[in-house]
């Protein structure tokens, strides 16, 4: 919710709690973490005095497709056909954008049952191993359907 308050334009820690209704101990919290994870930046933009602000940076705006992506799920499977809450439109045309689906690396969209999960560099052994086993179970073959007879 702060990252999509963030995107829509909250820059204060009021603007924040209004959008989010957070309580403010947890939006503090929130707000401190997410300044910790590179996520936004707190900067001072007061004039007289100290006041804080937060912005989203390259990382935070990197989650801009998730946000997309979370809200057209939601439009669809959560609100419905004409009881959208948010509208995700073109700034330049205002028509709306299209759903965000995955792609392979040639532009061909992919079903979810067209990808796999592979263990990478960063893996821990365990994972490898979660890993290795269900390619072995994936790949292995089924056994011919056996033959009832009376």
């Known amino acids: 919710m702060i990252v999509r308050e963030a995107m829509a334009g909250a820059r204060r820690f009021k603007d924040f709690r209004t959008g989010t209704g957070i309580a403010k101990n947890l939006l503090s919290s929130r707000l401190k973490q997410m300044v910790n994870y590179g996520i936004l930046e707190k ?3 007061g004039q007289h005095g100290p ?3 937060y912005r989203l940076t390259a990382k935070g705006k990197a989650l801009a497709p998730v946000m997309i992506a979370v809200s057209q799920w939601g439009n669809q499977w959560v609100y419905g056909e ?3 809450p948010v ?3 073109d700034r330049k045309t205002g028509k709306p954008i299209a759903p965000l689906h995955p792609s392979s690396s040639d532009g061909d969209a992919l079903d979810w049952r067209d990808v796999a999960m592979t ?3 960063g893996a ?3 994972m490898r191993e979660r890993f290795e086993k269900l390619e072995k179970l994936l790949n292995t073959p089924k056994p ?3 033959s009832k007879e009376t």
């Open 144 to 146: 011919p359907p056996q």
């Open 87 to 89: 509208n995700l439109v």
């Open 82 to 84: 004409g009881r959208e």
């Open 43 to 45: 900067y001072d933009a």
């Open 124 to 126: 821990s052994g365990m």
């Open 51 to 53: 006041r804080s602000e």
């Open 119 to 121: 263990s990478g560099p």
